[in-house]
């Protein structure tokens, strides 16, 4: 039985430094806001969920997103580009954004 514990013993001081490493990648990244922006049919789904809602108040939610998914995949391209030119926009400003909290004024790739 003692065998048994002791791989027991060594299992838990392994998940104890998973949390350490865990806890000290967090530490640096904790307080910025790294929620990505809307994708192009977000802002799509967003902009026509209340309009397909309306024609179709007997639909679920679940459905209504569905109809919208099948819509989406139908539109032509300069159909969607004002969604996606809004879209890449803020992902833009999202990622420069993200590049400054995370580096500062220094670039990723550069060598201290």
Request: no cysteine; net charge negative; proline share 6%.
């Amino acid at each position: 039985k003692e065998p048994e514990d002791a791989a027991d013993g060594a299992a838990d001081d392994d998940a104890g430094d998973a949390s350490v490493a865990s806890s000290s990648r967090l530490s640096k990244t904790e307080g910025m806001d790294f929620v990505r922006p809307p994708s192009a049919y977000d802002r799509y789904r967003d902009a026509m969920r209340a309009a397909v809602s309306r024609e179709h108040p007997d639909l679920e939610p679940l459905a209504i997103n569905e109809k919208l998914r099948a819509q989406w995949a139908t539109l032509s391209e300069e159909e969607k580009e004002p969604y996606v030119v809004e879209a890449r926009g803020e992902r833009d400003a999202f990622e420069a954004r993200r590049q400054q909290q995370l580096y500062g004024d220094d670039e990723p790739w550069e060598a201290d």
